[in-house]
Each structure stands twice: as structure tokens, then as C-alpha cells.
């Protein structure tokens, strides 16, 4: 390394294990990780990580389970009108109109989710 490179902070090794596994439980794992969008590994720590914490074993100082993926965007204004916004986060909420006012519906639903009508704002 030069001077002008500065050092790189590498992560802290994650530990590696073999488990030796009936080829019937690998099978129903590898499907439940898969309904999950998880790897077989993945999954098992989940698991193993939800055993602990049940058990009142989990270390205070476990690292979370490393996220993979895109990483999330820095806030909601990056956000394009039509995602989706971060699980926890308020979903916008449209004011019902007053009483005599026309109104403007449009149908709109949500993957897995029943109708719901909207109202449009006025323009």
C-alpha cells in the first residue's frame, strides 16, 4: 500500500462450520429457504439465530444477519412516486373530503391484497 491509498477496513471473518444434514431435512430446508428468498446457509442461521434468541441464549453482542441485495436508498425523497415505502415506514394518506364536495375515485390494489378505492386529489 502507498501512502495515499488508504487502508481498507476489512469485516470480521464469519465463522465456517460443516453440518452434516439427512438429505430429507437438506430437501425441506432448501424449500422452505427458497419460499423465503433465503440460501439453504442463510436460513439456517435465521433459525439458529431465532432458537437462541427464544431461548434467551442469543449474545448481546451477535452481529445482525448481514443484509444482501441492493442496498436500501438514504431516504423516502429518493423514492420514485410509485415504490413502495421501507417496511416500518408510514404509508401517505389522503384526507377524505368534506361533505358536498365532488369526488374523484380511482381503483387501485396491491399485490396479495383486496381493492381499495382512493380518492384523487382535485387538480
Known amino acids: 500500500m502507498t501512502e495515499q491509498t488508504p487502508a481498507r477496513r476489512t469485516p470480521p471473518q464469519r465463522k465456517q462450520m ?7 431435512v437438506h430437501d425441506a430446508l432448501a424449500r422452505w429457504a427458497s419460499d423465503e428468498l433465503r440460501s439453504a446457509n442463510a436460513q439456517i442461521e435465521f433459525l ?4 437462541l434468541a427464544e431461548a434467551g441464549r442469543l449474545p448481546g453482542t451477535a452481529r ?7 442496498p436500501p ?3 423516502r425523497e429518493a423514492r420514485g412516486p410509485h415504490e413502495t415505502p421501507e417496511p416500518g415506514e408510514p404509508r401517505e ?3 377524505a373530503p368534506e361533505p358536498g364536495e365532488p369526488r374523484e375515485t380511482r381503483e387501485t390494489s396491491e399485490p396479495g391484497g383486496p381493492q381499495e378505492t382512493r380518492e384523487a386529489p382535485e387538480a
Do not use: F, H, V, Y
Open 48 to 51: 439458529l439465530r431465532r432458537a
Open 73 to 75: 436508498k438514504d431516504s
Open 18 to 24: 460443516l453440518l452434516r444434514l439427512d438429505p430429507a
Open 64 to 70: 445482525p444477519i448481514p443484509r444482501r441485495g441492493r
Open 93 to 95: 394518506t389522503r384526507e
